[in-house]
């Protein structure tokens, strides 16, 4: 049985369920157990997850909010290197937003001579669930201005699994002058 898109209170009531049948747990306790998978205004093992899931959702928040404020171009994508968020620094360098660049539509802004080359590299460290770095050039949709960036992204893991990749483009030309 699948139980990944189950929700929180549904995964409790299964393991307190199988708890139950293995350690023969009697009812009183029981419905003590299950009482724990609804709120109850504060003291619940329910209430104390909806209070994790809150912070972690403004912690999120927070750091993509901030994200947007650095000059450093940003991007993240998914586990199959599609993008999925670019800062607002990112968003200039091409001249476009997300939905432009969503998915692999970011590799329609590489050069053509570079495009093919660096499509290739992109898939290979995404299959392969490792860093990403190429110099590459790209062409901003707005003022058609072309220039030369370097490329990084690192695998975001949990375990043994990567979630997705996050990364920067770099003008090299800022890259000199450091």
Known sequence: MDISNLPWSEIIALLVGTITLLLGIGNAKLKKILAETKTNGGSSLRDQLNRIEQHVTHLTLWTEAGQHLTAKPMFKSDQNGKFIWINTAFARMVGVGLEDLK????????????????????????????????????????????????????????????????????????????
Request: glycine letters at 6%.
């Open 103 to 178: 998915g692999l539509g970011w590799l329609s802004f590489i050069s053509d001579a570079d495009q093919a080359k660096i499509s290739k590299e992109w898939d290979e460290s995404v299959a392969d669930g490792r860093r990403f770095e190429a110099v590459f050039s790209i062409r901003n949709s707005y003022s058609r201005e072309e220039k030369r960036v370097k490329a990084q992204a690192f695998p975001v893991q949990a375990n043994t699994s990567v979630l997705g990749f996050i990364g920067t483009w770099i003008s090299v030309e800022e890259l000199i002058d450091d």
